[in-house]
């Protein structure tokens, strides 16, 4: 055993002056990371110094865009119009012209080719808000330009939204950040602010140096002939120790506290259940609320539902258990994901595609992935392609803890939902000519499949079988690839700042690793494993994100070191990667596979498995093993039994396989074209010309009809029609679709009053409205008798008010199941729409029904599985209820 360890084998690791990978913006070397004039140098498999200084600060566009926002929404301008001034400091001081809100300050000229923005400039606007104040005096309200009345009761400030930093588009958050507020001045009308624009980066620069300063023995070590591979793994171990609470959960990362359920469980996926099983399990536990439900992070319009990817706690719940095999915990975690995943078939689930409902699995900054006209309401009705491969694998496994334990029944159910799901995923999401899966379906009564790769939910994909053999070697060969890694999208969306829009992801860039090694796909591995270990050499630090088109941490509009899941990506390199550790119920499985230019000598040891102690040894290339011993005597399989105690070592030979030939898909980092926005009025469908548009797709009722470089169309509505414009530039990127745009003849639709019969209501603003209007809570149930005319296809909705938190954040979304006749007939929720906004009203999504002629009885009840995540405020204004035939 330890002439193995210690042995001189014939494939020696590659020298320091040979390349690892290399491409035209950096090179990985044994020991080194080079960048351009950036070199992270390793000292020893405890010490690495690195010069790399961020140089966001250095080069970047004068060019100022931004908006105004009443109370932090997107209200003062249609999209595509922006104000833009070009801030060239004198003395470290810019001014604005008296900007007049509503009236778009335009550039005089061209932007100046060889100007920069100068550092540390004192930036101020002014705005004269005398539209909107005016109105106020006037009539008591101001109308923006979609027709919505802000009322002067509740106004509460006036902010400015844009690009770069401090500025950011993220509106809803606008008023979180109490420094991009606009003072009234003593001058009528006028409010002004002053920003500091482009700070110097010497305090937020990272060391230069990283030594490990705790002891990390009581962990794997790792050792290999190449130094960046071990100090790295050791830099993982240190900041894994740093992300550990007193209390014994998870941190989610240095500036990140508290314990997130989506971050917690892809880090324990990764490789914390492994590693520190005892904290996973304490973490995992602390994301469940008292009705024994797994706990929604807080997210669009109040969490859940909007938000819905929580059930990836329970692949994580199913990895601890395959770690420990702690019986207990699979009957505890058994029923936790019951009790969640039931109450998600309500809510959730949509029979009619087979697809789960809600947004984006940890895209939850609904201004980065999704088109701005899409509120909430939207966002859920949105079937999105990692949080249904979560769904996928959540029922598959629980199907497997159902037959562990001897339920059948819920056995047999759940494996049939999963293939449902899986089926649906395939027939719904994949797109034949591009050889990927698209990100979302979304829209209004019509769905449209957006085209977009979503790096994660493509990598869950190929990791959980979803995708065939085939379709899995596709897939990793065509996502496309981008200098610095693989982006959360693509492509990226115009005028939206970095974080998921033009953003490299460790951990996203960790579950890629993982899938190209299951393809078999050594390029592609190759280069994963470099995106993952540049960013962490340089700047010594696991940082949650960084720029895709630079390559920089600094630039996106929040990060954080030392986070939690990307050191957890960095250190499941080594476990699932190279190792290619695969933990089941029965035992513990190698499927390693190591690139040639990482071949040679690897040593894991104090590895913990259950009840045994491991030191495994591997060496060669390839991912196919030639041998496996297990304390000097051959093994019939790769793999450990589960009843294994006591120390143990484990030898593993690879074949040296030279894996097939392979491609990938590399591009540089492009952007979609600007979204259209039409308009329709007498017979006339029109939209603004988009500048990078080579021509236009129009969808009738979410299907292509015809292709344009015109900007209008003549239409004829007779029956209920959804129009909708995509912008195509010579690339051939799509631009989002716009927003849907109903042409309908009025007696397709019936509104029917909902009439105040509650006691007075005591919410702030709602005095602003004047319409009557009904107060729902846990304890109001509503019951409409509406008349259908003629049979057919109706969607049915509400117009609705919820001010109980912001857009962007908390946990009120009002949740109730719409009946007829008492059969359930789907879910409706009414998301939050802005703190003590009242009198914002908006609608709901829509529940589509087949009704015959006649009086029908429809009801909207709060059932115990409508319980959200505050569990005790779950309440929202209601102003009349919409019955649309959208179809015969």
Not at 127 to 138: G, K, R, T
Not at 216 to 231: E, W
Not at 421 to 441: D, M, T
């Amino acid at each position: 055993m330890g002439k193995f360890c210690q042995s001189q084998h014939s494939e020696h690791p590659a020298s320091d002056a040979t390349a690892i990978w290399q491409s035209e913006e950096y090179t990985i070397y044994p020991a080194q990371v080079v960048q351009q004039n950036f070199v992270a140098h390793v000292l020893s498999p405890t010490k690495v110094i690195s010069n790399y200084v961020s140089s966001a600060n250095n080069f970047l566009n004068p060019l100022l865009t931004f908006k105004f926002s009443i109370n932090g929404h997107d209200n003062e301008m249609e999209p595509g119009k922006d104000h833009q001034f070009v801030c060239i400091a004198q003395n470290g001081y810019s001014e604005t012209p008296i900007i007049t809100f509503g009236s778009p300050l335009k550039l005089p000229g061209k932007v100046p080719t060889d100007t920069y923005l100068t550092p540390n400039t004192k930036f101020k606007i002014r705005l004269n808000l005398s539209p909107v104040l005016d109105a106020f005096e006037q009539s008591g309200f101001y109308t923006t330009y979609t027709g919505e009345k802000i009322y002067q009761e509740d106004f509460k400030g006036v902010f400015v939204a844009g690009q770069p930093a401090p500025l950011t588009w993220n509106f809803a958050n606008l008023a979180n950040q109490p420094e991009l507020e606009l003072q009234n001045t003593k001058e009528e009308g006028i409010f002004e602010v002053t920003l500091l624009l482009n700070p110097d980066p010497t305090e937020t620069t990272n060391p230069t140096s990283w030594q490990l300063s705790k002891n990390t023995t009581a962990f794997p070590q790792y050792s290999s002939g190449y130094p960046i591979m071990d100090a790295l793994y050791n830099l993982g171990l240190e900041e894994m120790l740093n992300a550990v609470e007193p209390d014994n959960t998870f941190r989610t990362g240095k500036e990140w506290a508290g314990v997130w359920t989506r971050d917690i469980s892809y880090s324990i996926i990764l490789a914390m259940a492994i590693v520190q099983p005892q904290v996973a399990r304490k973490s995992l536990l602390r994301k469940v609320n008292k009705n024994r439900r797994i706990i929604q992070d807080t997210g669009t319009g109040g969490a859940y539902p909007v938000s819905s990817d929580r059930i990836v706690w329970a692949i994580a719940a199913w990895e601890l258990y395959t770690v420990t095999s702690d019986t207990n915990w699979l009957k505890k975690s058994y029923r936790i994901i019951k009790n969640s995943l039931e109450d998600d078939l309500i809510n959730l689930y949509n029979p009619k595609t087979g697809l789960f409902r809600g947004e984006s699995s940890f895209l939850d900054w609904r201004e980065q992935t999704y088109p701005q006209w899409m509120q909430p309401a939207d966002i859920y009705e949105s079937e999105c392609l990692s949080t249904n491969a979560l769904f996928y694998q959540a029922c598959n496994l629980l199907a497997q803890m159902a037959n562990l334990l001897a339920d059948n029944p819920a056995a047999i159910k759940y494996s049939q939902l999963a293939e449902k799901v899986k089926s649906a995923i395939n027939e719904h999401l994949w797109l034949p000519a591009k050889g990927y899966y698209g990100q979302f379906r979304y829209g209004r009564n019509f769905k449209i499949l957006s085209p977009k790769a979503e790096a994660l939910g493509e990598a869950l994909c190929v990791l959980f079988d979803i995708a065939d053999d085939e379709k899995q070697q596709l897939l990793v060969a065509r996502t496309p690839i981008t200098p610095y890694g693989i982006p959360c999208i693509y492509p990226q969306i115009p005028t939206i700042p970095s974080y998921h829009n033009n953003a490299v992801w460790p951990f996203v860039q960790a579950y890629w690793s993982l899938a190209t090694a299951k393809a078999g796909n050594e390029k592609a591995l190759l280069e994963s494993m470099s995106a993952i270990y540049r960013p962490a050499a340089l700047f010594l630090t696991n940082q949650e994100n960084f720029v895709a088109s630079n390559g920089d941490y600094a630039g996106t509009q929040i990060n954080s070191s030392n986070m939690l899941w990307s050191l957890a990506g960095n250190l499941s390199l080594i476990y699932k990667v190279i190792f290619g550790m695969e933990l089941q119920p029965d035992g513990l499985v190698f499927k390693p596979m190591v690139p040639k230019a990482w071949q040679g000598l690897k040593n894991l040891k104090n590895f913990t498995y259950r009840n045994a102690i491991l030191d495994i040894g591997l060496e060669g290339y390839g991912n196919q093993i030639k041998s496996i011993t297990l304390n000097d005597k051959e093994l019939a399989a790769p793999i450990l039994p589960a009843t294994l105690q006591g120390q143990h070592f484990i030898k593993i030979e690879l074949e040296n396989n030279n894996l097939p030939e392979a491609e990938i898909t590399k591009v540089p980092v492009e952007f979609s074209p600007t979204m259209p926005e039409v308009s329709y009025a007498q017979g006339i469908l029109s939209w603004q010309k988009i500048a990078e548009a080579e021509n236009y797709k129009i969808l009738r009722n979410g299907k292509e009809f015809l292709h344009t470089r015109a900007t209008q169309i003549t239409i004829s509505p007779t029956v209920y029609t959804e129009y909708q414009i995509i912008a195509v530039n010579n690339q051939g990127h799509e631009s989002f679709a716009s927003e849907p745009l109903a042409v309908s003849l009025e007696e397709n639709q019936h509104l029917y009053s909902l009439k105040k019969d509650t006691p007075e209501a005591n919410l702030a603003g709602e005095e602003s409205y004047t319409a009557d209007f009904l107060e729902i809570s846990k304890n109001t149930n509503l019951t409409v008798q509406i008349l259908i005319p003629a049979p057919g296809l109706y969607a049915i909705d509400f117009r609705y008010a919820n001010g109980e938190g912001p857009i962007s954040t908390n946990n009120k979304c009002a949740i109730r199941t719409l009946k007829l006749n008492n059969k359930i007939l789907g879910t409706i929720v009414l998301p939050q729409r802005g703190a003590d906004e009242w009198s914002d009203w908006g609608f709901t999504n829509a529940v589509q029904v087949r009704l015959e002629q006649g009086p029908h009885d429809l009801a909207l009840a709060f059932e115990p599985t409508n319980e959200n995540m505050n569990t005790e405020v779950n309440r929202a204004l209601l102003d009349y209820m919409r019955v649309t035939k959208i179809a015969e």
